[in-house]
T-cell receptor, first 114, second 118 residues
Framework: AQKITQTQPGMFVQEKEAVTLDCTYD???????LFWYKQPSSGEMIFLIY??????QNATEGRYSLNFQKARKSANLVISASQLGDSAMYFC???????????FGKGTMLLVSP | DVKVTQSSRYLVKRTGEKVFLECVQD?????MFWYRQDPGLGLRLIYF???????EKGDIPEGYSVSREKKERFSLILESASTNQTSMYLC?????????????????FGEGSRLTVL
């Protein structure tokens, strides 16, 4: 079975600083995909970034990048130049190739202060 | 833009009532999902469907059933609501059918339905 671990229940960062949200995963499958979602207080889940297990380069989307270390089974989200609007819950998730469901971690609450 | 619409943002029901949570997507996605979100537990999969009239149990199906009579609509049913089913319910959809061949498998979520059972 797959498992996603997010060890940081909460993180604080000052505006304009970078922050790293940790995610480790456990799977025996050779092929899989990793996702990060953002959930603001409004409740909607917003897709941020995707990394395939065979992708040669780390994924980037604007201020978001995914620090993918396959041997360590980690997929940390890096947010550069934090903004107040980044305050939200962040979820890491994994999908096994060939399957449609995602397994989610418990989430990390990020608070960005002025 | 993909739109996943959940019929109710907030519901309050009494123990023993039958509860219907409705979800509609407008992008012709094959897959639809119901997750439950609780503080400290993250999102847990209740049921999913990869085609009309097809359904599969997720990690926590007990106390729930689902219906998918049309491709765009996926309903979650609580036959007899209990207080431990008080939670946020999230519907999602994605491309690709059972294997999501050729897609990342990204899920598109609705805004959630917060259910309180008294």
């Amino acid at each position: 079975a797959q498992k996603i671990t997010q060890t940081q229940p909460g993180m604080f960062v000052q505006e304009k600083e970078a922050v790293t949200l940790d995610c480790t995963y456990d799977t025996s499958d050779p092929s899989y995909g990793l996702f990060w979602y953002k959930q603001p207080s409004s409740g909607e889940m917003i897709f941020l970034i995707y990394q395939g297990s065979y992708d040669q380069q780390n994924a980037t989307e604007g201020r978001y990048s995914l620090n993918f270390q396959k041997a360590r089974k980690s997929a940390n989200l890096v947010i550069s130049a934090s903004q107040l609007g980044d305050s939200a819950m962040y979820f890491c998730a994994m999908r096994r190739t060939g399957y449609s469901t995602l397994t989610f971690g418990k989430g990390t609450m990020l608070l960005v202060s002025p | 833009d993909v739109k996943v619409t959940q019929s109710s943002r907030y519901l309050v029901k009494r123990t023993g009532e039958k509860v219907f949570l409705e979800c509609v997507q407008d992008m012709d996605h094959e897959n639809m999902f119901w997750y439950r979100q609780d503080p400290g537990l993250g999102l847990r999969l209740i049921y999913f469907s990869y085609d009309v009239k097809m359904k599969e149990k997720g990690d926590i199906p007990e106390g729930y059933s689902v219906s998918r009579e049309k491709k765009e609509r996926f309903s979650l049913i609580l036959e007899s609501a209990s207080t431990n089913q008080t939670s946020m319910y999230l519907c999602a959809s994605s491309f690709g059918g059972r294997s999501t061949q050729g897609h990342t498998g990204e899920l598109f979520f609705g805004e959630g339905s917060r259910l309180t059972v008294l």
